[in-house]
């Protein structure tokens, strides 16, 4: 079978290797990380599907690599955390082929309010369940940047390592917004650290898969650390932003009651402004420096919606009601030769594109026509 793809030299021979037969699906996935969804077929007929991540520009010494996501999952793989299992992990190559874990992600995309409830309801539960994980017995010490033992060391160990990755970025950028965030975190530290956790980092819908009304799999530990429990309850109001999935009314009480950690408000309003500073820095990043390999339509409208995020959430942590601005009544003036680009797109190209991913970046060059205009 010939696979179109652009993968590098000697991954889809390893792919084949570790499913133990032939490629007979190689799709390119959208979304942010680069992934792609494969089937191996064994001599007997049986399929194995998999989710192949891979990093083309590794870092030496990266916080975020996906070695270490891979070696998180693995180590949840062994507790009650569902996870998807661990096929196998090239360091050579820079890859991991995950299980590719029954049911969906979109929650926010489901209508009947009550399946929402309950997929949340039992989430809280697995986020529980993870925070209460004892961290010596999942052996990832080593893998790992820090392990805090102060609210202050929990509360920015995560920034300083965003400000040491993107110190030669932030030399020659400035942002008043990620400056004036930076700070209000170092001063509003939270004053109380129930315990230190294995914590998502980035969590909530889209984060997990679900089937029907239960969790399949926690999914993507890119960010995953040692920190304080509330940071995940932060991400989930984050996360409550961008993808709404029936508010988040008694879900934090319900966590408090099957795992026993205490629900501090004032410390979960803390890391939802922290997981918008430190998550916009390197957006801001990308959308300036962007590899055209990037979908940079999404970095800029997560960029523009992100910053609007990070200006709420500080509001609201601080009481500070914001007044809606006064826009402009006109839409500015319309540059023909964008015009008859985003027409010749909408009009010509994009209804004869197939392929999920080749449609997404046929949006996103839409989007690109736009910004320009």
Not at 20 to 30: D, N, P
Not at 113 to 142: I, K, N, S
Not at 298 to 313: H, K, S, V
């Amino acid at each position: 079978m010939e696979l179109k793809h652009d993968l590098p030299e000697g991954m889809t021979e390893w792919v084949a290797k570790t499913g133990k037969g032939e490629i007979t699906r190689l799709e390119r996935h959208v979304a942010r990380r680069e992934a792609w969804v494969v089937d191996v077929t064994a001599e007997d007929g049986s399929v194995l599907e998999g989710f192949l991540r891979l990093e083309r520009d590794r870092q030496r010494r990266n916080p975020w690599s996906l070695a270490k996501e891979t070696k998180i999952i693995e180590a949840l793989g062994k507790t009650s955390v569902p996870v998807p299992v661990v096929y196998g992990r090239s360091e050579k190559l820079g890859c991991t082929l995950f299980e590719r874990v029954r049911g969906r992600s979109d929650l926010d995309r489901i209508t009947y309010g009550r399946q929402q409830r309950a997929v949340m309801e039992h989430f809280m539960q697995v986020v529980g369940d993870m925070h209460t994980l004892d961290l010596d017995q999942l052996g990832l010490d080593r893998y790992m940047a820090y392990k805090p033992t102060t609210p202050a060391e929990a509360a920015l160990g995560e920034v300083n390592l965003i400000l040491r990755q993107w110190r030669d970025f932030l030399k020659m950028y400035r942002d008043p917004l990620i400056t004036f965030g930076v700070q209000w975190l170092r001063t509003y530290v939270p004053k109380n650290l129930a315990r230190v956790s294995l914590v998502q980092g980035d969590t909530g819908p889209v984060n997990f898969m679900f089937d029907a009304d239960r969790v399949s799999a926690v999914i993507d530990f890119e960010w995953g650390h040692y920190g304080d429990p509330m940071e995940d309850l932060g991400n989930i109001c984050v996360r409550e932003f961008w993808n709404p999935s029936g508010g988040l009314t008694g879900l934090f009480d319900l966590y408090e009651q099957s795992c026993g950690i205490p629900y501090d408000r004032r410390a979960t309003m803390y890391y939802r402004v922290q997981q918008n500073v430190r998550g916009m820095i390197p957006i801001h990043a990308v959308t300036v420096m962007a590899h055209p390999r990037e979908p940079v339509a999404w970095f800029l409208a997560y960029r523009y919606i992100g910053d609007r995020a990070t200006c709420e959430a500080l509001s609201e942590a601080m009481n500070v009601p914001i007044d809606k601005p006064e826009m402009p009544d006109d839409d500015g003036t319309v540059d023909p030769i964008a015009d008859a680009a985003r027409y010749a797109l909408e009009n010509d190209v994009t209804p004869n594109v197939t392929g999920l991913f080749a449609q997404s970046r046929a949006n996103d060059v839409n989007v690109l026509i736009q910004c320009m205009d």
